[in-house]
């Protein structure tokens, strides 16, 4: 006789529990896509007909493109950055394996530690001395310092699991250092290179108080633009834009999903 499944049907107080933390969080989110189409010019949910007028002024707007094309070229520098130093970083700290190495790793957390506003009045003043105010390479160098603690973390993750005896195996046959590195080492750690790249990039393309204060006119990221949108006028096509990169999201994590989805025999 077959033995019979006793696990409980039905919902349980945990699935309800999960789903009303999911629903908490989301839903105030989704609450952007309903006012994006608001025929007013400022934000309220539709109350009689639907509008697409936000979404053309999102294409004919210059600023909000010329603010997607910063956003991406900072954030992109930065992951380049965040992601190289990082990596060296955390193989240096894995191949000496000394207390000190343990210490230095626990300060690079500092930038992910103080407040941003910290570290806005800092960079302030600091980019003002040496002129890099409202420049792309100050903020590039900001959001580099703000992403390298991810980028240490993950990679110090997937080293943990790695064998020393691997890269000395790969010295004793006659691997320099750097071709140790690139064939035996990188390898192993990509899954924990491509996670910091992710939480980089996302980190400077979510920042928005140190911008706030070390960019002006010259250089305008997105999250700026959305702030001084909700400062100035409350600009209806703020929720269009969080609609586009909500749906983005989702596509990128679907499409992920999907792809990392065991196939069927």
């Given at each position: ?63 909000w493109s010329k603010s997607i094309v910063d ?162 006028n409350i600009d209806p096509a703020i929720a ?23 196939a069927k025999a």
């Open positions: 006789m077959a033995l019979q499944d006793e696990r409980p049907r039905g919902l349980s107080f945990a699935k309800i529990l999960a789903w009303a933390t999911a629903c908490f969080l989301i839903l105030p989110i989704l609450v952007v896509i309903p006012i994006s189409f608001t025929p007013e010019r400022y934000l309220s949910l539709p109350s009689g007909s639907l509008s697409l007028r936000h979404y053309a002024s999102l294409a004919n707007d210059p600023r956003s991406l070229m900072v954030a992109i520098g930065a992951t380049v950055l965040a992601v190289s130093l990082g990596t060296a970083f955390a193989v240096g700290a894995w191949r000496l394996g000394v207390p000190l190495a343990r210490r230095l790793r626990l300060l690079m957390l500092a930038p992910i530690i103080v407040p941003p506003i910290v570290h806005a009045i800092a960079f302030y003043k600091a980019w003002a001395v040496i002129g890099l105010l409202d420049s792309y390479l100050g903020l590039v160098l900001i959001h580099t310092m703000k992403g390298l603690p991810f980028v240490v973390l993950t990679v110090a993750g997937a080293l943990a699991n790695l064998d020393h005896k691997l890269e000395q195996a790969a010295r004793s046959l006659g691997a320099t250092p750097s071709q140790a590195m690139r064939w035996v080492i990188l390898p192993q750690i990509m899954t924990g290179v491509i996670s910091g790249a992710a939480f980089a990039f996302i980190t400077s393309w979510d920042e928005t108080v140190v911008a706030l204060f070390v960019t002006s006119r010259r250089v305008a990221t997105l999250p700026r633009r959305i702030w001084e949108g909700l400062a100035d269009a834009m969080g609609t586009l990169m909500i749906l983005v999201t989702i596509a990128i994590v679907t499409v992920k999903t999907v792809r990392t989805q065991p």
